[in-house]
């Protein structure tokens, strides 16, 4: 095991996939003079010169549609987006080519291509800089979305969508990539997609977080603890395909259930995770199932509110006393 | 590659079907335009035929089954065909050609069951009949419906997981204490409940009431013949439901009304008896009083637009029909159907009468096509046969109208000031008013009472 920080472990996947494979470039803004805007793709542009980690034009819906051509062509990009909340730009390209180009071409075309970058809040960055995504683009049928928690899980996540065949929308955080964790450092280090992380064991309530809201739920899970409560926390990993196989498996031993997703509440991967449990396992609840989310509202500016919009391990907790019945 | 057979429509109304008979057994060969079975459908009962060459592998559904239309009712294919996909379940035992094993059931019963402690189990895999609340994901049990209610009636809030424990150890919810939010039972109740009742030592609990003895009442006794049952069942049948449920819909949707009018039939009588006499020395069809009225009606409605029309409030249309078709409501042994005179009004009395009293012969025998009965613009219905003076016809939709006939009456009328002894009919017209205003049915009546007043004009 080696300990990295978040940036460091994508940047061993994607260097070590560029390695083992010639057809695989990087296209972004500032993605190779400058090392990356979060310095993700740092040393990268010296190692693999500039035919294949690509400095773009501030341009998200033409280097996206350069990327789905090339996929088309065979080979393999990884498509930068400084933050997701400028993929809205490229929505085009992102939702209606990327995922419809193998269903509507009767599977002659592949679609090999990852749009990745740092998704959802990070401080004070105001509205239109502060979207989470996944939900949105989990919507759409022919894009997997990927959201890693921890540094080892984005370096085997990263690998694995860069392999696939299809489209992968990878999702980081801007406020993560100086974590610094411990990673594998097996080689050829991959984890599948569509495969959970139960985290943290527990007979009490099951929690559900993914990204960010992950160590919010490992931080509740450890106040609960000293309340004598054992929760058991559960990161997805992939938000699609989704793993509500072993997220059902714990709430029939829990029969209780929080999620915590600090998107916006209304159609979020909350909302589905939801709906999954109880039509799977409505008869083995014993409460409501309860989210933790951010609140209906653009995201504030202000510190004080942007402290109050967020979800947090004390709202956590406060939720799986309640499921618990133990308030 | 297996082809479903599915239950065909068969009439306009027809919404399901009743398999009278299979003509063909299962493992026999059947080619295109053989037919498979007899189909009772509201109106008739038809030939089923068969699209496909191949062999009938299945009949899904039994003689005297009722389906609605789409529903699989057999399916032919090559010998041998796996067709557990087509008819689900009840496929396994359907191999009627006589293979060895079908394959579907044959696996599951040999797999030898293995000693060995079985792994962990999956969500997905086959559910297990775990008892308890917190084993693993089982089918789940119907809930009792409705959900219960304590003493006063209310319904008793608990939670899924406390219902299902309670389900499994018979607990009446109403008798467990709620901890969670407004009373609700919730796991932990149920468990404690339960808990309770092994430690408590045997319950004396009440007495199930004992029925009180019955004070002696003398009881008047109503010879009632023992083992007798009250009535007799029988089902009902298709066109039973079709005339239910189509008139029933005639009556709740058109606002009925209804005109009478005494007609003077003296001269049409005398005229029908003199063409009668023509008719038999010529061989022809004799002529029915009917045919005189229902070719009386076709000239009628040519004038009258809004009596031949339909009200189609869904296309938010009239539809005034160019011809007509006149609907005769004939009494068959299971009910009621009406073959259709197709151009009523330009056929001539002889040609109506010849039609007529064959599609009604066709009907007693239920083997009008389809296109023989549906389609009338209009439609009479005479009981002057069984003495019935007037009556009054619900509208047979979506016609807007239909003419109920009474019977001929000898019934002294005034002639010149004189009482003279003379031959009536009434008839009574029913209207739909959305199409058909009172004045639009007087107008019509007076049309045709005066085409039978003066009958001549029927022969122009």
Same mark, same amino acid.
């Given at each position: ?327 | ?105 044959? &696996?599951? %019963? *040999?797999?030898?069951? /293995?000693?060995?402690?079985? =792994?962990?189990? +999956?969500?997905?895999? @086959? !559910? $297990?009949? #775990? ?63 339960? &808990?309770? %009742? *092994?430690?408590?030592? /045997?319950?004396?609990?009440? =007495?199930?009431? +004992?029925?009180?003895? @019955? !004070? $002696?009442? #003398? ?242």
């Amino acid at each position: 095991m080696a300990t990295l920080q978040f940036r460091e472990a994508l940047r061993e996947a994607m260097t070590e996939e560029m390695e083992r494979d010639d057809d695989i470039f990087l296209i972004g803004e500032e993605v190779a003079e400058y090392d990356g805007a979060y310095k993700v793709s740092k040393g990268m542009l010296d190692q693999f010169g500039h035919d294949r980690v690509i400095d773009s034009p501030i341009s998200e819906l033409g280097f996206a549609g350069l990327g789905i051509g090339a996929a088309m062509n065979g080979l393999r990009p990884i498509v930068e987006f400084m933050t997701f909340n400028f993929s809205f730009v490229a929505f085009d390209q992102v939702i209606n080519n990327a995922p419809n180009i193998r269903y509507m071409s009767g599977g002659q075309f592949d679609i090999p291509i990852v749009f990745r970058g740092p998704n959802g809040a990070a401080g004070q960055l105001g509205a239109t800089h502060s979207n989470s995504t996944e939900a949105l683009y989990s919507n759409f049928p022919g894009l997997k979305v990927v959201s890693p928690s921890i540094p080892d899980d984005g370096k085997g996540l990263l690998k694995t969508a860069i392999r696939d065949d299809d489209p992968v929308v990878f999702l980081e955080s801007e406020l993560m990539y100086g974590m610094k964790r411990e990673v594998s450092e097996e080689s050829d280090y991959t984890i599948p997609l569509g495969s959970a992380r139960v985290a943290r064991e527990g007979d009490d309530v099951t929690i559900v977080a993914h990204s960010k809201s992950y160590h919010i739920a490992m931080d509740a899970a450890e106040q609960l603890e000293e309340k004598g409560y054992e929760a058991e926390v559960i990161d997805p990993r992939t938000i699609k395909p989704l793993d509500i196989e072993t997220i059902v498996e714990s709430v029939v031993k829990t029969n209780r259930l929080v999620v915590v997703d600090e998107s916006n509440p209304f159609t979020s991967v909350a909302s589905e995770i939801t709906h999954q449990v109880q039509d799977r396992a409505f008869d083995y609840l014993d409460a409501p199932i309860l989210r933790v989310t951010a609140p209906d509202t653009p995201a504030p500016y202000a510190p004080n509110l942007m402290d109050e919009y967020m979800p947090g391990a004390d709202e956590t907790v406060d939720k799986c006393l309640r499921v618990m019945y133990a308030q | 590659m297996a082809v479903p057979i599915e239950m065909p429509k068969l009439s306009d109304t027809m919404e399901e079907g009743v398999l009278s008979a299979w003509l063909v057994d299962e493992g026999e060969e059947v080619s295109s335009g053989d037919v498979l079975a007899q189909v009772e459908t509201d109106k008739a009962t038809m030939d089923l035929e068969a699209f496909d060459e191949g062999v009938l592998l299945k009949q899904v559904i039994a003689e005297g089954d009722a389906v609605p239309i789409g529903e699989l009712i057999a399916v032919i294919g090559e010998p041998g065909e796996d067709i557990s996909d087509l008819v689900g379940d009840a496929g396994g035992d359907g191999a009627a050609t006589a293979e060895p094993e079908p394959e579907t059931e044959g &696996e599951a %019963e *040999e797999e030898p069951s /293995e000693s060995a402690p079985e =792994p962990e189990p +999956e969500v997905e895999a @086959e !559910p $297990a009949p #775990e008892p308890s609340g917190d084993g693993q994901l089982s089918e789940r049990e119907p809930e009792p419906v409705p959900a219960g209610t304590d003493a006063e009636g209310r319904r008793i809030k608990a939670s899924p997981l406390a219902r299902r424990i309670a389900q499994e150890h018979d607990v009446e919810l109403a008798k467990v204490d709620g901890s969670g939010p407004e009373g609700r039972i919730v796991r932990r109740d149920v468990e404690a409940w339960i &808990e309770e %009742e *092994e430690a408590a030592p /045997e319950p004396a609990a009440e =007495p199930s009431p +004992e029925p009180t003895p @019955e !004070p $002696a009442v #003398e009881e008047p006794t109503y010879a009632m013949p023992d083992e007798e049952a009250a009535f007799e069942r029988e089902d009902i049948s298709q066109m039973r439901k079709t005339i239910a449920r189509r008139l029933a819909e005639s009556k709740y949707s058109a606002p009925h009304y209804y005109l009478t009018v005494d007609i003077d039939v003296e001269m049409a009588v005398d005229l029908r008896e003199d063409l009668n006499e023509l008719a038999e020395e010529q061989g022809r069809a004799k002529i029915s009083f009917n045919d005189l009225i229902t070719k009386a009606c076709a000239l009628s409605l040519h004038d009258h637009p809004y009596v031949n029309a339909a009200y189609r409030p869904d296309e938010g249309e009239i539809h005034k029909h160019n011809r007509v078709h006149i609907g005769i409501a004939v009494a068959i042994d299971e009910g009621l159907i009406t073959p259709v005179i197709r151009d009523a009004d330009r056929k001539g009395l002889s040609e109506l009468a010849r039609e007529t009293k064959a599609l009604a012969e066709r009907a007693r025998n239920r083997d009008l096509e389809p296109q023989e009965f549906e389609g009338a613009t209009f439609t009479t219905s005479n009981l002057g046969m069984f003495g019935i003076e007037e009556f009054t016809a619900i509208i047979n939709p979506p016609n807007s109208a239909i003419l109920a006939i009474g019977e001929i009456r000898d019934t002294p009328v005034v002639e010149d000031g004189e009482v003279v002894p003379g031959k009536c009919m009434k008839v009574t017209l029913s209207c739909d008013h959305r199409v058909v205003d009172g004045a639009k049915g007087a107008a019509f009546l007076d049309t045709v009472k005066s085409y039978l007043e003066e009958p001549m004009n029927l022969l122009l």
